[in-house]
């Protein structure tokens, strides 16, 4: 997966892109082909917004499913988290709906041998 980062009016502190790094290839654990994720960070310069004035935007790419995720918080940490958490959902329920279940009991199989 590869992992591109934006920022808008943003100085972003040392380590996070180590961080969106991070986290990002721990979606790979769904076996859900993502072949580029775009993480767009902007500030909003307004004072007005205080509290969400940092957004990320997260948004996948190429021959997997489409998804998106956004989060405004008091900073880039902050507002990467929740958007992780949001996009771990989609893949999680995508994952989920390709797994095959298997209705058969116990009985049902020791019966066809």
Not at 23 to 52: C, D, W, Y
Not at 57 to 84: M, Q, R, W, Y
């Amino acid at each position: 997966m590869k992992i591109h980062i934006h920022t808008r009016n943003a100085d972003l502190a040392e380590d996070f892109r180590e961080i969106v790094e991070e986290k990002l290839n721990s979606m790979e654990r769904f076996s859900i082909t993502i072949e580029r994720v775009e993480v767009e960070v902007l500030h909003e310069a307004n004072p007005r917004q205080g509290k969400n004035s940092h957004r990320v935007i997260l948004t996948s790419h190429g021959a997997g499913p489409f998804i998106k995720s956004e989060a405004a918080e008091f900073n880039d940490l902050a507002a990467f988290d929740s958007a992780v958490k949001a996009f771990a959902l989609q893949i999680r329920k995508i994952h989920e709906r390709t797994k095959d279940y298997d209705r058969e009991t116990l009985r049902k199989r020791n019966n066809a041998i």
